[in-house]
């Protein structure tokens, strides 16, 4: 696949007639071949995105389509090592790092809107440095995969391979889907692959530093994000 063959234009209607036909024929396929059919499908309007936790999703991509647009959000709150992370992927994985962030810095959006908006209103908080950031960004993709897995969590447990994405009018993909804990260690490891340091000091799932936790063994991987309130999901993935 070329990352420099020029892009066809789609319609909505194509789009997502795409997305409904591999959605059944890709089912039960790979990774590798999920992201293969997506990078010869959409060419430069394909992305890859990813939370800097691991880098097993833009390994996987950048082996089928070297070069492949990797868009990360920098929200103003990622750990020191998250923002490592992805400095260090795009020097050692043949992936072009797209870096998005929010319209205000969080000085500028405690100006205006007063400081820990996340403790206070955490729904908002992400929709301004997560949400609105990827919407922007995703403009100019047709197709973005997403690394989330059905072992995750309840809300993930339904997630299929490829699907319309009404909201964004775009293909949604999902190559490690079907994926378990123990595959992506295995990948991690088969590959020596960089990961995130946090994951190796008791936070199995890393988000923002003001609403990320360690967890406790036995405990649900996530169930340092947003604890404590009800909140599950950042509105990324959906
Ligand atoms: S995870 Fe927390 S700090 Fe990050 S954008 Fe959401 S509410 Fe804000």
């Known amino acids: ?59 996987l991509a950048s082996s089928v389509a070297p070069g492949v647009d990797v868009v990360f959000l920098d929200t103003g709150y990622h750990f020191a090592e998250t923002l490592g992370t992805a400095d260090a992927a795009s020097v050692v994985i043949p992936i072009n790092l797209v870096t998005v962030r929010p319209r205000q810095t969080v000085a500028e959006q405690d100006a205006t809107l007063g400081p820990e908006l996340y403790r206070r209103n955490p729904e908002l908080c992400c929709q301004l440095r997560k949400v609105a950031p990827l919407e922007r960004a995703l403009t100019s993709y047709d197709a973005w995969a997403t690394g989330v897995r059905r072992d995750e969590s309840q809300t993930r447990a339904d997630t299929p391979v490829v699907s319309w994405n009404e909201r964004r009018g775009k293909v949604r993909i999902a190559p490690l889907a079907s994926w378990r804990q123990e595959d992506v260690d295995r990948y991690i490891t088969d590959n020596g692959l960089l990961t995130n340091p946090l994951l190796d000091d008791g936070y199995p799932s890393i988000g923002c530093w003001p609403c990320t936790r360690r967890v406790a063994e036995g405990e649900d991987p996530r169930a340092g994000r947003w604890a404590g309130r009800t909140k599950t999901e950042c509105g990324i993935n959906t």
Do not use: N, Y
């Open 1 to 59: 696949m070329s990352l420099a063959m020029e892009a066809p234009d789609r319609c909505r209607d194509e789009l997502e007639a795409l997305a409904t036909k591999a959605g059944h024929e890709l089912a039960d396929a790979s990774a590798a071949e999920i992201l293969a059919w997506a990078a010869d499908t959409f060419g430069a309007r394909f992305c890859v995105t990813s939370s800097m936790q691991d880098t097993v999703l833009s390994h």
